[in-house]
């Protein structure tokens, strides 16, 4: 149990089906990142929030749509998504430090694994 | 193009002795490296992490080395228990711990101890 916890932990849905993937850390921490694990592919980040603001989207398509209403609950909004969106999904959450871009390691979530059909 | 590369996909060792598992960088932007472990269902857990101002870090069984001239950063686990058998990833950032712009991850390596 690393502190983050990911909601639904698998999602099958079709392509023009809307859903949400929801995390929350109970760390006390103040950045929060979704990264995307494709088949034989390394985690690749998708987006950064710091104290609420979102500060890194990694050329993610508009079909996929964070949202962050509190330091502790992170979202991620998918809408017409194509089966090549089929991933696992992880959320991260870390505490900025003093130094200047400094911060602890990423706690990580168990990962949502989601199939578009 | 991978900044980030594990060029073994899997890894057997024997139990009780050494396992070393590499790991090459490509952008000399990286300043702070970081090993998770993954094992099935679940998601990474840090490991050990080095700054680019050391060389080597220690952590009980876990050592990490980082070559910076080379761009290669490497863990060695010594001695191996079965328990260690699981997916190890190397990551990198600017910045301490991830900094504002996250991790960039290599593949992993699949790590499998027999008894």
């Known amino acids: 149990e690393t502190g983050v916890t990911q909601t639904p932990r698998h999602l099958v849905m079709g392509m023009t089906n809307k859903k949400s993937l929801k995390c929350e850390q109970h760390?006390?921490?103040?950045?929060m990142y979704w990264y995307k694990q494709s088949a034989k592919k390394p985690l690749e980040l998708m987006f950064v929030y710091n104290f609420k603001e979102q500060t890194e989207n990694n050329s993610v398509p508009s079909r996929f749509s964070p949202e962050c209403p509190n330091s502790s609950h992170l979202f991620l909004h998918l809408h017409t998504l194509q089966p090549e969106d089929s991933a696992l999904y992880l959320c991260a959450s870390s505490q900025k430090l003093g130094a200047p871009n400094s911060y602890n390691e990423q706690f990580f979530g168990p990962g949502t694994r989601l199939t578009v059909l | 193009d991978q900044q980030v590369k594990q060029n073994s996909p899997s890894l057997s060792v024997q139990e009780g002795r050494i396992s070393i598992l590499n790991c090459d960088y490509t952008n000399s932007m990286f300043d702070y490296f970081l090993w998770y472990k993954k094992y099935p269902a679940e998601g990474p857990t840090f490991l050990i992490s080095?700054?680019?101002?050391?060389d080597k870090n220690e952590d009980g069984r876990f050592t990490v080395f980082l070559n910076k001239s080379a761009k290669h950063l490497s863990l060695h686990i010594v001695p191996s228990q079965p328990g260690d058998s699981a997916v190890y990833f190397c990551?990198?950032?600017?910045?301490?711990?991830?900094?504002?712009?996250?991790?960039?991850f290599g593949k992993g390596t699949h790590l499998i101890i027999q008894p």
């Open positions: 760390l006390g921490h103040n950045a």
């Open positions: 080095i700054s680019s101002i050391k």
């Open positions: 990551a990198a950032s600017v910045g301490v711990g991830g900094g504002a712009d996250g991790l960039t």
